[in-house]
């Protein structure tokens, strides 16, 4: 193949260490030291967003977790309702298309049927309404490139294992951005939120390698899950979405069964799940939904639950022997919080699939991109 494994047994380990250089690809160019280029989205970018009263996000997958990343973003950070949605279900009912809307596709390789279908559709309502169309894509010259009006490229560079790992994480920089670039535009973010958010994202690389170098102590955890069937993942705010792609990880190279949960929810259905056969991975960042999230945690314990936290320094989850803890990263924001914390989940399913013997980088009955329904 073109592109090389060098030290590494696998492309998704190989594609997970490039994840430090993937983000400062897509930023490159696209911030100054303090601010977003809205020009990365297109020179007509700028107008075309002084239109926008919503944001309507697609796509399928793993692009679909940084969408729903990105909708608590919206709404919480600027204000501006943000809905998403897989596109295989929105391209079959009737969705109400609302004046304004910017309907955004993200795909890595920019040729999922669905996507495309979804994309399509929306279009043939632009004689009668303002929705201006943007995709967030891998792959210059790609179907959804040349059928949107605006496009950013995320310069992940060529993801070959099927399970998306760096084309995940330059999605999630790339929709930052564009929070950014829409409130400002829009008025609903001032000079000082945009700096900091650039800051956080310039730190995010050295995040990232953070979160790498536990590569070892992750490798050890995947030994729980050498003899289980099941797994739980639990998340709140956007821990949830993150919580959802550490699940899908999981299922798509390890074949173990697994779900995630808002946390709020295991007292409505999962709790009766637990014991001690269903290992159960919290994910715990320091910010303002901890404590709601360390009662949860609390809960599982009591019904004997072998729990997984990921956590930061100063989250301080617990030191009893059900709980087993990795801080992965110092302190992180809103923005960066996410990136960080999906990245030890990667490492996660890694090992587990290695434990396993399956086939990492092609798993069974998945391809790498969906171009038929
Ligand atoms: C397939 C791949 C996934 C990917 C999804 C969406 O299922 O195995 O890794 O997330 O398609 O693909 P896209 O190229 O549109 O992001």
């Given at each position: 193949s073109a592109v090389e494994l060098g030290e590494h047994r696998h492309y998704m380990h190989k594609e997970i260490f490039e994840q430090p250089q993937a983000v400062i690809d897509t930023l490159e160019g696209r911030?100054?030291?303090?601010?977003?280029?809205?020009?990365?989205?297109?020179?007509?970018?700028?107008?075309?967003?002084?239109?926008?009263?919503?944001?309507?996000?697609?796509?399928?997958?793993?692009?679909?977790?940084?969408?729903?990343?990105?909708?608590?973003?919206?709404?919480?950070?600027?204000?501006?309702?943000?809905?998403?949605?897989?596109?295989?279900?929105?391209?079959?009912?009737?969705?109400?298309?609302?004046?304004?809307?910017?309907?955004?596709?993200?795909?890595?390789?920019?040729?999922?049927?669905?996507?495309?279908?979804?994309?399509?559709?929306?279009?043939?309502?632009?004689?009668k309404f303002n929705i201006p169309t943007l995709t967030i894509c891998n792959v210059p010259e790609s179907s959804l490139t040349r059928e949107s009006d605006l496009t950013f490229l995320t310069h992940a560079g060529p993801e070959i294992g099927v399970a998306s790992t760096k084309a995940f994480t330059t999605q999630l920089v790339a929709l930052s951005l564009l929070l950014t670039s829409v409130g400002k535009t829009l008025g609903l973010m001032d000079a000082k939120q945009e700096q900091k958010i650039v800051h956080g994202l310039l730190k995010l690389p050295g995040l990232v390698k953070q979160a790498l170098a536990h590569?070892?102590?992750?490798?050890?955890?995947?030994?729980?899950?050498?003899?289980?069937?099941?797994?739980?993942?639990?998340?709140?705010?956007?821990?949830?979405?993150?919580?959802?792609?550490?699940?899908?990880?999981?299922?798509?190279?390890?074949?173990?069964?697994?779900?995630?949960?808002?946390?709020?929810?295991?007292?409505?259905?999962?709790?009766?799940?637990?014991?001690?056969?269903?290992?159960?991975?919290?994910?715990?960042?320091?910010?303002?939904?901890?404590?709601?999230?360390?009662?949860?945690?609390?809960?599982?314990?009591?019904?004997?639950?072998?729990?997984?936290v990921f956590e930061d320094e100063e989250s301080g989850v617990s030191s009893d022997k059900e709980f087993k803890v990795v801080k992965t990263t110092t302190n992180v924001g809103r923005i960066t919080a996410p990136i960080t914390f999906n990245i030890p989940l990667q490492l996660l399913s890694y090992h587990v699939a290695l434990i396993k013997g399956t086939d990492v980088d092609q798993p069974r009955n998945l391809a790498k991109s969906v171009t038929v329904e």
């Open positions: 911030v100054t030291k303090d601010t977003v280029l809205t020009s990365a989205f297109g020179h007509q970018a700028e107008e075309v967003f002084k239109t926008v009263k919503q944001v309507q996000i697609i796509a399928c997958g793993t692009s679909y977790h940084s969408g729903l990343v990105a909708k608590y973003w919206f709404e919480d950070i600027i204000g501006l309702p943000c809905q998403v949605e897989v596109a295989s279900e929105y391209r079959y009912r009737n969705p109400v298309v609302q004046d304004g809307t910017l309907f955004v596709t993200i795909s890595q390789s920019g040729e999922t049927a669905d996507t495309l279908a979804a994309l399509q559709q929306i279009k043939k309502l632009k004689s590569e070892d102590e992750i490798q050890e955890i995947a030994n729980c899950f050498a003899d289980k069937h099941n797994a739980l993942f639990l998340g709140r705010g956007t821990m949830y979405p993150i919580a959802m792609e550490g699940a899908l990880k999981l299922k798509e190279v390890s074949y173990i069964h697994a779900e995630a949960y808002p946390a709020g929810e295991l007292k409505h259905g999962p709790l009766a799940l637990i014991d001690e056969q269903i290992p159960v991975v919290a994910i715990a960042p320091k910010d303002d939904l901890l404590e709601k999230l360390k009662s949860n945690l609390q809960e599982v314990k009591a019904r004997g639950g072998q729990m997984i």
